[in-house]
């Protein structure tokens, strides 16, 4: 820590009670005020250095009295204390801690260099910008004292020039940083980086001695130094931080430091503020919720706008901050916005956020979530617009335009959400519905609107939606049979596991037709997949099912319907529907097969057609006929297979041969 000493004197300030007096062989002449402490002093030190108390002496004087009352002094006794010791010559150090009060109690007395050279005012600025300022942590304990002395610190420029300090040297370098009071604490103390080093520095070096040369400084070595700055100089410094330059990922990490660090229900080991302490305290309670709201708010106005600067996890640990300190709509629907585009990290249990609205008594709050989905699905109907690029000298302007082309790419694959992250949201929302089922409040038109923004194609199984129209319909027993239809039109039969399958088979609250429906679509996927041919199945579905099953899915259609003959015509319709699609199917199959028959015969006739003309097509079938009346006088034997019968040489000229292979023979001359 820096520090000046002015002065050279013995101190001969002397308290007692409230009283202060120099030990002098001269008697005070004036007496100075400030809250309840009185100084006794000399007015010849005093009228050489401030020209206040110039003026306020004279008038003093006038009114025939040596008491001088210092109202509204900045910094109190302590700081007039310091001054007055100044004057006198005494020996005082300043440093980080007092200087700050001090500057403010010269300006108010008007020590300034007219008055004379080489004032108070004089010394303390140029200890200030030699010293002060030029500090890493002594601008950060400046700027805390300067909360106190508000507006004086505020009007001397202080506070803007510790801001400007701070937020200059957190864009140094990070090899080059040895500054930081909370980095180079211990090495097991220091801040989360955004990018973790693979150096050990937890274990100890062969001397004990950590060596600053080998000691690896994460990039946001700064973000824990200034945990303990008020909401409005955080901002403030965090605002000047952001001006310089630094990584948007680096000010969402130091953001959620800050967060974690005074928002109460956020880390591990702090809790939100339970309703029986805000009863026994009401004003206080009120109070400190106030001050938590206005900081979330805070927070949440810097946060950085690019997508994945900080995590979904903290976004909804905000979000429930939200909720439960009652922060504004405006806020709540800037988390939503957020979180939604980077849906696919979030966890179920970050996104079990409690209602604490009047207006139901629901467990969770549906609706947050319903928006977070919408401004997920939302991200690639509104691509972002590409950001332009000047172009650098000597570039060609081909070479922009395929620079910009780049860069629009990029930017909208990095805001459009991919088939990937669309499947883990919809099973995100899935065991979500399946969460809030259990709630006996929960609105069946809140569960269905939730269930039914998922896109189909995101859902390419329908198990995980299936658990939660089972929860809901256990949780909500006394639910109307329209009811009960409409949630179960959720969900595809055709898109339920084998195991999912046989759950749904034997789940007595599922309506019956949905039952026969999964019965149904079992039997064809098993029949697709070689188990049997669709004519194989019984006329009556359920003789699929067991004898218990019967009964028990018999028994809940009766309690649907209103009067048993209701029940029964309602089970005869779904069970003479399915018949009738079966009956289609097997039609439909027996016409394929007919006519894969009469293919096959075709292409056997047409072979066979072929096989049988004759090899000699010039020679004309007269010559031939001619040829065999000369030449053979007896029989002609005709083969064909293994079937063998005699005719006549006339029947053998007529042309009439039987199709396939023919042998005839005549004499010991034979032709084929």
């Known amino acids: 820590m820096k520090f000046m000493k002015l002065g050279a004197k013995v101190d001969i300030f002397h308290t007692d009670g409230n009283v202060t007096s120099v030990a002098t062989d001269l008697s005070s002449d004036v007496v100075i005020k400030v809250d309840d402490a009185q100084l006794h002093l000399h007015k010849f030190p005093l009228l050489c250095k401030s020209g206040k108390l110039q003026k306020l002496i004279a008038e003093a004087r006038e009114m025939s009295t040596n008491e001088i009352d210092l109202e509204d ?68 304990i400046v700027l805390q004292s300067c909360k106190a002395l508000m507006p004086w610190s505020e009007d001397l420029k202080i506070v803007a020039r510790c801001i400007d300090s701070i937020a200059s040297k957190t864009a140094t370098d990070p090899a080059k940083v040895d500054w930081s009071f909370t980095h180079t604490r211990t090495p097991t103390a220091t801040v989360t980086s955004v990018e973790h080093s693979t150096t050990d520095l937890t274990s100890p070096p062969w001397n004990g001695i950590q060596s600053r040369r080998h000691r690896v400084v994460p990039k946001d070595w700064w973000a824990e ?77 810097l946060l950085p706008a690019e997508k994945g600067t900080s995590c979904c996890s903290f976004l909804l640990k905000l979000l429930k901050a939200a909720t439960i300190l009652n922060a504004s709509p405006s806020c709540k629907m800037e988390l939503a916005r957020r979180i939604g585009l980077q849906l696919e990290e979030a ?25 977070i989905l919408e401004h997920f699905l939302m991200q690639d109907q509104s691509p972002p617009v590409s950001p332009t690029r000047a172009r650098q000298p000597g570039e060609s302007r081909r070479r922009t335009r395929s620079a910009e082309n780049i860069d629009f790419s990029e930017s909208r694959r990095a805001t459009c959400a991919t088939h990937s992250s669309k499947l883990k949201v919809a099973k995100l929302i899935d065991s979500y519905l399946a969460e809030i089922a259990r709630d006996p409040n929960i609105q069946v038109s809140k569960f269905v609107s939730l269930a039914e923004a998922i896109p189909d ?80 199945l019984p006329g009556n579905i359920k003789a699929l099912l067991p004898p218990s099953q019967v009964q028990a899915l018999e028994a809940a259609s009766l ?22 699609d079966l009956a289609n199917m097997k039609k439909r ?17 047409q072979s066979s057609k072929q096989k049988a003309t004759f090899p000699f097509p010039s020679i004309s079938k007269k010559f031939l006929g001619k040829f065999f009346n000369q030449q053979s006088k007896g029989p002609i034997e005709v083969t064909k297979g293994s079937d063998t019968s005699t005719k006549d040489s006339e029947s053998s000229g007529s042309g009439n041969s039987p199709p396939g292979k023919a042998t005839v023979r005549t004499h010991n001359q034979s032709v084929t």
Request: glycine residues 6%; hydrophobic residues 45%; proline residues 4%.
């Open 347 to 371: 966890t179920l249990d970050d996104l079990l956020i409690p209602s604490l609205s009047y207006t139901n008594n629901t467990l969770f709050d549906v609706d947050v979530i319903q928006h």
């Open 559 to 580: 309690q649907d319907a209103g009067t048993p003959e209701e029940a029964w015509d309602t089970v005869h319709h779904d069970f003479n529907a399915l018949k009738g």
């Open 589 to 605: 199959i027996a016409e394929a097969e007919r006519e894969r028959t009469n293919i096959q015969i075709e292409a056997v006739k």
């Open 73 to 140: 002094f900045p910094g109190g006794n302590e700081s007039l204390e310091l001054c007055m010791k100044f004057c006198y010559g005494i020996a005082i150090t300043f440093n980080a801690y007092n200087v700050v009060p001090v500057r403010c109690g010269a300006e108010y007395l008007e020590m300034t260099e007219a008055i004379e050279k080489g004032n108070l005012i004089y010394k303390l600025e140029v200890f200030l910008n030699t010293s002060i300022f030029r500090s890493w942590k002594d601008s950060i």
């Open 225 to 301: 130094d200034i945990l303990e700055l008020e909401m409005d100089f955080y901002w403030r410094v965090m605002v000047a931080i952001k001006a310089k330059g630094m990584a948007q990922d680096l000010v969402g990490e130091a953001l959620r430091l800050y967060a974690m660090r005074w928002l109460p229900g956020l880390s591990k080991e702090d809790s939100a503020p339970r309703p029986s302490a805000a009863a026994s305290v009401p004003c206080e309670a009120i109070e400190v919720a106030g001050k938590h709201r206005l900081l979330l708010e805070t927070i949440v106005n």
């Open 457 to 536: 194609f995101a859902r390419p199984v329908h198990d995980g939606l299936y658990r939660g129209i089972d929860m809901f319909l256990k949780e909500h027993p006394n639910l109307s049979k329209s009811d009960r239809k409409r949630i179960c039109r959720l969900m595809d039969c055709k898109k339920l596991s084998m195991d999912a399958c046989m759950h749904a088979a034997q789940n007595e609250r599922l309506p019956l037709r949905v039952v026969v429906q999964v019965l149904f679509f079992e039997q064809v996927r098993t029949a697709m997949t070689g188990g049997f041919l669709l004519h194989d």
